[in-house]
């Protein structure tokens, strides 16, 4: 059987989107499907990028964004820049020795030329259907001809809403799909007006294994001795900051940080007893498992607070309503678990810590976890993979 090929954003130097392919993988072992990620790198010649830009008008914001980024990381010292090469070696570190990747595929031509190695393709989570992706055309699969099965695991959009030129583009890539299944009520809600299909929830790919398979690839960690209280922030509110802080003055408990985790981070700096960089995935597992409280604006953060039952309050990255915010992500997550009042919204920041998690939140993450690899299973079933 030819196996099935999946596209995954595991180069992100994130450690939730390392984590989530390496998850979806393993699921996907655990079902008895031959599984191979891809590797692909986008063209990078001029035409190329003016036909993305083009298509993308926003990448220019994108691209002028990134360059205060870089202004700020140097007011910023060397340390930021360091911090984060170091953070993206181990990462990708783990990708290399964890994943089951493909030849190394560079441009449209070679990933084209692949196609006729896979039984099928799957498209994984992880907000690769954000409107910035719809260029490229990699993780809608628009390289991967109509006979040859398609199928989207816990797609996401990141996104509430999309504008009509975004609607049109995903209305087309949506109907090539076999099979689709949607990790947000948001993005199930887009996919039936865009197409009218009425699709399955599915849990991201981290919630399909249990705990047990996630301790067992935690690393020792440098853990502050007595306990501590961990920050991982991909936004950039000071507030959220400050709350971590109040709460390091009530419990005597130190702050861990892993700073400027989506970019160079002004209110990053100094406000962590410990700030932590090169972490590997599983080290990363550990502090997470180990925290006596986590602070997070994360998904896949919380998701692996709730999987490993660790306390935690998550903030909300952008104000509501906000152009291009991404809050949309927590609000399935949240209520399907039983976890709604662990949510700190815009401006309310007078909670004390949080207490333990419901005794029934283990129940909850099973239920969800069974009743999604159900849905992988007969979706690959019909693949016929």
Request: glycine share 10%; net charge positive.
């Amino acid at each position: 059987m030819k196996p099935l090929a999946v596209a995954s954003c595991w180069q992100v130097p994130n450690y939730g989107s390392v984590l989530q392919a390496y998850a979806t993988q393993a699921a996907l072992d655990s079902l008895g499907v031959p599984n191979e990620t891809l590797w692909y790198e986008p063209e990078r010649s001029l035409p190329e990028r003016l036909r993305r830009l083009r298509l993308d008008p926003a990448r220019v914001g994108r691209r002028l964004a990134r360059a205060a980024d870089s202004a700020r990381e140097a007011r910023l010292g060397h340390g930021a820049a360091a911090g984060r090469a170091a953070r993206a070696e181990a990462l990708g570190k783990f990708a290399r020795e964890y994943l089951r990747l493909s030849p190394r595929l560079c441009g449209r031509a070679a990933l084209e030329g692949a196609v006729p190695g896979y039984g099928a393709f799957l498209s994984g989570s992880d907000q690769l259907w954000h409107p910035a992706n719809y260029p490229d055309g990699f993780y809608t699969l628009d390289f991967v001809p109509e006979e040859v099965p398609k199928l989207a695991w816990a797609a996401s959009f990141g996104v509430g809403r999309l504008s009509v030129r975004q609607r049109r583009t995903a209305a087309r890539f949506l109907r090539r799909f076999d099979w689709i299944s949607a990790r947000e009520e948001s993005g199930r809600a887009l996919i039936g007006e865009l197409s009218g299909r009425e699709v399955p929830l599915a849990a991201d790919p981290v919630l399909l294994l249990p705990p047990g398979k996630w301790r067992v690839l935690e690393k020792p960690a440098p853990l502050p001795a007595g306990g501590y209280l961990l920050c991982y922030f991909l936004g950039r509110n000071p507030a959220h900051r400050e709350f971590a802080a109040r709460l390091r003055e009530a419990s005597g408990l130190p702050v861990a940080a892993l700073p400027h985790l989506d970019g160079a981070v002004s209110a990053d700096r100094g406000y962590a007893d410990t700030p932590l960089y090169g972490l590997s995935p599983g080290e990363f597992l550990s502090l997470v498992d180990g925290a006596a409280c986590v602070f997070t604006d994360s998904y896949h953060c919380t998701a692996f607070s709730a999987l490993l039952g660790t306390r935690f309050y998550l903030f909300d990255r952008f104000l509501s309503g906000a152009r291009g915010s991404t809050n949309t992500r927590l609000d399935t997550l949240l209520p399907l678990l039983g976890l709604e009042d662990r949510r700190i919204s815009s401006g309310a920041f007078a909670a004390g810590p949080p207490g333990p998690l419901p005794a029934g939140t283990p129940a909850r993450l099973e239920a969800l976890r069974e009743r999604s690899l159900e849905l992988l299973r007969g979706a690959l079933e019909g693949a016929g993979m």
